[in-house]
């Protein structure tokens, strides 16, 4: 059994950065994801990005590329996700999933609020 804990969010301003963090209990294996995604008030969950286990190589959605990061640490069982130049569009609460897709295990959720 795999559990996620996100923490790391909170209140920044536009022009901030902020490093959210997936902490990961139990066993995920190299063919895994570790993936970010976002949901903000009265839209549907987003997609922003994920990381392959095994490899470490990364994708991102459009709307983050070039702006965010995402990194995995096997040995601490951490995924993090470096958020740059936030805007308040960024504003949404970030969820982290993992395993294989569909996504079988995900965090409770950290909000993040970009103010202008």
């Known amino acids: 059994q795999v559990q996620l804990a996100e923490s790391g969010g909170g209140l920044v301003q536009a022009g901030d950065s902020l490093t959210l963090s997936c902490a990961i209990s139990?066993?995920?294996?190299?063919?895994?994801?570790v993936a970010w995604f976002r949901q903000a008030p009265g839209k549907e969950r987003e997609f922003v990005g994920l990381?392959?286990?095994?490899?470490?190589?990364?994708y991102y959605s459009d709307s983050v590329k070039g702006r965010f990061t995402i990194s995995r640490d096997r040995a601490k069982n951490l995924s993090s996700l470096q958020m740059n130049r936030l805007t308040p569009d960024d504003t949404a609460v970030y969820y982290c999933?993992?395993?294989?897709?569909?996504?079988?295990?995900w965090g409770q959720g950290t909000q993040v609020t970009v103010s202008s």
């Open positions: 999933a993992a395993g294989a897709e569909p996504y079988k295990y």
């Open positions: 139990g066993r995920l294996f190299s063919s895994h994801h």
């Open positions: 990381i392959r286990w095994g490899y470490g190589t990364s």
